[in-house]
């Protein structure tokens, strides 16, 4: 999707909060890059809606603050499928 540099800053941050996803996540549902949701997430929206940046940036910071936690938790459920498929055979 096209969208108008002045319009996409509010539509990213509306859906990130709305969801409360990550940037990776809203970048796929947008179909743009996680480069492009951070820059105007954190810039572009600070100019256009300084409230709005204030939610999102909320929720920025939890993300980050849950990140190890993510990523154990993945690396968890990868090494709990190789031995699932290693006790298949």
Known sequence: ?????DERPKLLAAYMIE???TVRAAA???GVSKST??????????????ALCAQV???LMKNK??????GGNAT?????RQNEQKYQK
């Open 76 to 80: 968890k459920l990868k090494y709990e």
């Open 65 to 70: 603050s849950e990140r190890h936690l993510r």
């Open 37 to 50: 949701v951070h820059k105007d997430i954190t810039c572009r929206l600070k100019r256009l809606d300084p």
């Open 1 to 5: 999707m096209i969208y108008d540099n």
């Open 28 to 30: 796929g549902a947008f």
């Open 57 to 59: 940036n909320a929720l």
């Open 19 to 21: 969801h409360q996803c």
